[in-house]
Nanobody, 115 residues
């Protein structure tokens, strides 16, 4: 059972930046892909960004050019750097990891962008 703990959320003004962190309870070498999802009130959870073991990344169209996903294998951590934040980025952000047939989720971290 992989445990994921997110941090870094908060309140920021439009145009600002935040960096989310997700620390895994074990080495992330075998836990791929890893990604970030978000869920706004009244909306379905959606993929924001993902990264494979080979370092390939995938982004939602709405965040391309503004968000960057990266990993630090030594720290068992995946990051989401969010720049030029918009009010529509407001949501609970969840870390996600997959290994074999299992999927793991963090508890979520709230990101609120004020206009």
């Amino acid at each position: 059972q992989v445990q994921l703990v997110e941090s870094g959320g908060g309140l920021v003004q439009a145009g600002g930046s935040l960096r989310l962190s997700c620390v895994a309870s074990e080495s992330i070498f075998s836990i791929r892909p890893m990604g970030w999802y978000r869920q706004a009130p009244g909306k379905q959870r959606e993929l924001v960004a993902a990264i494979t073991s080979g370092g390939m990344t995938n982004y939602a169209d709405s965040v391309k050019g503004r968000f960057t996903i990266s990993t630090d294998n030594a720290k068992n951590t995946v990051y989401l750097q969010m720049n030029s934040l918009k009010p529509e980025d407001t949501a609970v952000y969840y870390c996600n990891a997959r290994r074999s047939l299992s999927t793991y989720w963090g508890q979520g971290t709230q990101v609120t962008v004020s206009s």
